[in-house]
């Protein structure tokens, strides 16, 4: 999924969060909300998001990450002073969201599994 930088009201900030998460989520892009336009509380927007969708992010590090399965990864961005988010596997990076497909400019600084609530895999 290719996140956006522009839509009919000019300039938007990169949304590479809602872009891995629609990813995740096998949804179209304008399924998700964009994050980003929350400001400084898009992590609140993104944690109501999973819990209406009855999910929860679990925190993971590389040595538990298990074949086939796509996590949402936070780390440098190769573009500036900022963190990007990538779908990431066992083998690290599956597919950026930015056009350029640069994935992230070191390893990841956090990495994240979407689990269904109730599910005890």
């Known amino acids: 999924m290719i996140q956006e930088f522009r839509d009919a009201n000019g300039p938007i900030p990169g949304d590479c969060v809602r872009a891995t998460m629609a990813t995740l989520l096998n949804k179209p892009l304008q399924a998700v909300p964009h994050f980003a336009l929350f400001g400084s509380e898009w992590v609140a927007a993104l944690l109501l998001y999973l819990k209406i969708e009855k999910l929860e992010l679990i925190a993971m590090e590389q040595h538990q990450l298990q074949p086939g399965v796509r996590y949402m990864a936070f780390g440098p961005s190769p573009r500036g002073k900022w963190e990007h988010s990538?779908?990431?596997?066992?083998?690290?990076?599956?597919e950026d969201p930015h056009p350029e497909g640069l994935g992230l400019a070191g390893p990841p600084r956090e990495i994240w599994w979407l689990k269904k609530k109730g599910f005890r895999g």
Request: glycine share 22%.
């Open 86 to 94: 990538v779908v990431w596997g066992l083998y690290g990076l599956i």
